[in-house]
């Protein structure tokens, strides 16, 4: 069975998996923004339940600072506030890749079914999933 796709279906195989690539690279950096997310909510728990006048200190780099616990809050709401908006942007971008994805793949099982069939290709269904 040496034979070789159509260059139409070469195309729409590679074009696939540059899709899956794609998703692979959106859930990476989906699941490290969830992360950053649960982490910054934690803190942000820890800092509420403190007392206002409780030394607060923050990372910067690779040394603790002294920091207003009031201004760490208010950091650490708009960071988390700007990391739930990167999330959902990054679940809507995933769902349409996928949809993309999906898409795609039916068409070329439906070129890859078309390509057995006119290969003589004997017997039952199609080729098991």
């Not at 206002?52 to 650490?76: A, F, H, I, P, Q």
């Not at 988390?80 to 039916?106: A, H, I, N, P, W």
């Amino acid at each position: 069975m040496g034979a070789e796709l159509p260059p139409e279906a070469q195309e729409k195989l590679q074009k696939l998996q540059e899709i899956q690539e794609q998703l692979s690279q959106i859930a990476m950096q989906k699941q490290q923004s969830e992360q950053q997310l649960q982490e910054a909510e934690r803190a942000l728990e820890l800092l509420e339940e403190t007392d206002e006048d409780t030394t607060v200190y923050k990372s910067v780099g690779d040394v603790l600072v002294e920091s207003d616990r009031n201004e760490t809050v208010e950091e650490l709401q708009e960071e988390t506030e700007t990391l739930e908006v990167r999330v959902d942007s990054l679940e809507s971008r995933e769902q349409k890749t996928e949809e993309q994805f999906e898409s795609l793949r039916e068409e070329v099982q439906g070129m890859l079914g078309g390509l057995g069939g006119a290969l003589g290709g004997a017997g039952g269904g199609g080729p098991a999933q």
